[in-house]
């Protein structure tokens, strides 16, 4: 895609961090942008912020957890826009684990809500969105926000999160190769952040109240964690990662790392030799 402008954009987990983000950069790139946010509050306000910048501006609260919000974002979409070119699958939630370093002490209602939203959005997303894209017969992009995380070796406490990203990892990259020998006019991006200054680390904000857990945090974990916000804390701007991001829509990447490139080759060349030292 050469040309931005007037371009329709609809960005999931918009109300904040990273989405927010990319909401601003494509709107002052002259794109039309769709919010979409399961916080009320917080939608409003970036919807009145953003319609400083220009009024093509378009909110829908939506859970991407819900296949009928995805649906009903869709109809809204091309209801008030007449299309869509870009979507960016980005709501996200966890980051790291609330009541134990390891994944078998961590309570199922903890792996479902972050499944719902970070590897079932991105699934309802694609299944609304990418009907709709071959149909319009336009060049579109779809851009999956995974992470650093999806490419890595796992780190300690962030387990079932460091799963869905690699999850969307490998979902990014079948649809590209399905799309690429199907149709070509889709392009696929895997947006990969390292650590942003974001509310992330505060996801639990939007946990549906029947997946809440007691959270029985232990000495280590509490370590753990301090150690991780304070990394996010010293992360990179919003603003930053959609800079990265717009510029990769320009070029042919794939895997849009935004920062921490020499340590994120190291670790996935670490991870690479393994899987080939194994297969000799
Ligand atoms: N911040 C980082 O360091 C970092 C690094 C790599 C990847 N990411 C990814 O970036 C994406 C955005 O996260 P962020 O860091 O900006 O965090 P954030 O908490 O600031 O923003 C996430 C947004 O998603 C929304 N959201 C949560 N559940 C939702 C749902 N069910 N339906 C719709 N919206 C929902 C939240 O309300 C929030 O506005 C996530 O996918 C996250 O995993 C973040």
């Known amino acids: 895609m050469k040309e931005f402008s007037d371009k329709v954009a609809v960005i999931t987990g918009a109300a904040s961090g990273i989405g927010r983000g990319i909401a601003e950069k494509f709107l002052r790139e002259g794109m039309k942008i769709v919010l979409a946010d399961i916080e009320l509050d917080a939608l409003s306000q970036a919807e009145k912020e953003l319609k400083e910048i220009s009024p093509n501006v378009l909110t829908v609260l939506t859970d991407v957890s819900k296949i009928e919000d995805v649906k009903t974002l869709a109809q809204k979409t091309i209801d008030h826009f007449g299309a869509i070119d870009i979507l960016c699958n980005n709501a996200g939630v966890g980051f790291a684990n609330k009541s134990s370093t390891t994944i078998w002490e961590n309570s199922l209602s903890e792996w479902k809500w972050i499944f719902d939203v970070n590897i079932w959005g991105v699934i309802h997303g694609i299944h609304i969105f990418v009907p709709i894209m071959l149909k319009q017969d336009s060049e579109c992009y779809i851009i999956n926000t995974a992470s650093m995380a999806g490419l890595m070796i796992p780190t300690i406490g962030t387990g079932i999160y460091s799963i869905t990203k690699h999850a969307i990892i490998a979902l990014s990259e079948s649809l ?22 974001t509310k992330l680390t505060e996801s639990d904000r939007n946990r549906p109240k029947e997946l809440h857990h007691d959270i029985t945090t232990n000495p280590e974990l509490e370590q753990i964690m301090k150690a991780y916000q304070q990394s996010i804390e010293n992360g990179i701007s919003p603003k930053k990662v959609a800079e990265v991001l717009f510029q990769a829509l320009k070029g042919e990447k794939f895997y849009i790392p935004t920062d921490h490139h020499r340590y994120l080759r190291s670790n996935v060349k670490k991870r690479m030799e393994a899987i080939i030292q194994d297969l000799q």
């Open 176 to 197: 590209k190769y399905e799309l690429e020998r199907f149709d070509g006019k889709i392009k696929v991006l895997a947006l990969c952040p390292g650590l942003a200054f």
